[in-house]
């Protein structure tokens, strides 16, 4: 649980619900929703925003293909000791 006050999933409503709902990636796959998303859910505008970067970057049109994107997004994780 995080320490940072979210609107969890089952209370989403509007436009967190919507950006909820377009989620990708292994927390969708596996149907969750991912808690980046989540501490962003107070501020509904930064949450689209942040989902439209994200798409924009991990799925748009590049050279690189997505499996590479992948490894590279893991990489720069690990570097930075993400836990997730």
């Known amino acids: 649980m995080p320490y940072i006050r979210i609107i969890p ?8 619900k919507e950006v909820y709902e377009s989620g990708a990636g292994p927390s969708a796959d ?4 991912s ?3 989540q501490v962003q859910s107070l501020n509904p505008d930064v949450l689209a925003a942040w ?10 049109e590049s050279r690189v293909g997505r499996r590479q994107r992948e490894m590279i997004a893991t990489l ?3 570097t930075n000791k993400c836990s997730y």
Do not use: F, H, Q, W
């Not at 989902?51 to 748009?60: E, H, P, S, T």
């Open 9 to 16: 999933p089952a209370d989403a409503t509007g436009k967190v």
């Open 30 to 33: 596996r149907g969750k929703v």
């Open 35 to 37: 808690m980046i998303r």
């Open 51 to 60: 989902r439209a970067l994200d798409v924009g970057i991990m799925r748009g």
């Open 76 to 78: 720069v994780s690990a």
